[in-house]
């Protein structure tokens, strides 16, 4: 338990579900990489506790590299404004990478950043995501693989924050609205 525990209305995905979609995410893209390895490409912040757990549970090799990117907006919507925050410390070129994301929302980080990724020649690219948030999309992208389709509403927890608290959290709630109004 976390005293952060107390600003949660509801939790929406627990603990142990996230931990038994990723095991199944992980054996996909084992199966699907069997014979190449990898580059885990995180977006920071938020996808660094999905990002942990999932090369964790591949069972064969990766690589890891990261990225930040921020969008313009307020703290609860994205406006589609993207600049590089940290780039990747390496050449991609002929890598097969698979971005991590924590969740996509309106697609529009995504989708900016598969264009800026795919000009660095790599030999593929994909996407997994642990959230995916259907009735938000405005920049359709695909998206390989999906750990939960959820409701458009924000959401806190296992990497997500509310001003750069509540990421600690191992599962996905929906905050009090107390909280957002202090
Ligand atoms: C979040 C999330 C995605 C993006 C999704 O990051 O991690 O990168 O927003 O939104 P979109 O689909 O509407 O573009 P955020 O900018 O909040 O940064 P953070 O991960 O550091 O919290």
């Not at 014979?35 to 999905?50: H, N, Q, S, T």
């Not at 406006?79 to 590089?84: E, H, L, Q």
């Not at 390496?90 to 097969?96: A, P, T």
């Not at 593929?124 to 948030?133: D, G, H, I, N, Q």
Request: with cysteine; proline share 3%; aromatic share 8%.
């Amino acid at each position: 338990m976390s005293v952060l525990d107390d600003d949660i209305e509801a939790t929406l995905v627990t603990s142990s579900e996230i931990q038994q979609r990723i095991a199944e995410l992980a054996a996909k893209i084992d199966a699907d990489y069997a014979d190449r390895e990898p580059l885990l490409v995180g977006v920071l912040k938020g996808a660094v506790i999905f990002m942990s757990d999932l090369a964790r549970a591949l069972s064969r090799p990766s690589t890891m590299e990261f990225m930040a990117c921020s969008s313009y907006g307020s703290s609860t919507t994205s406006s589609g404004v993207v600049r590089i925050l940290k780039d990747l410390d390496r050449d991609v070129s002929g890598c097969d990478i698979l971005i991590v994301e924590d969740i996509i929302d309106s697609g529009l980080t995504l989708s900016w950043l598969l264009k800026n990724l795919q000009a660095r020649h790599p030999a593929s690219v994909e996407v997994v995501a642990l959230l995916r948030k259907p009735d938000a999309i405005k920049m359709p992208v695909n998206v390989k693989y999906v750990g939960f389709d959820i409701a458009n509403e924000f959401v806190v927890g296992y990497g997500l924050d509310y001003a750069e608290r509540y990421r600690d959290l191992p599962y996905i709630g929906r905050l009090k609205s107390s909280v957002y109004q202090g």
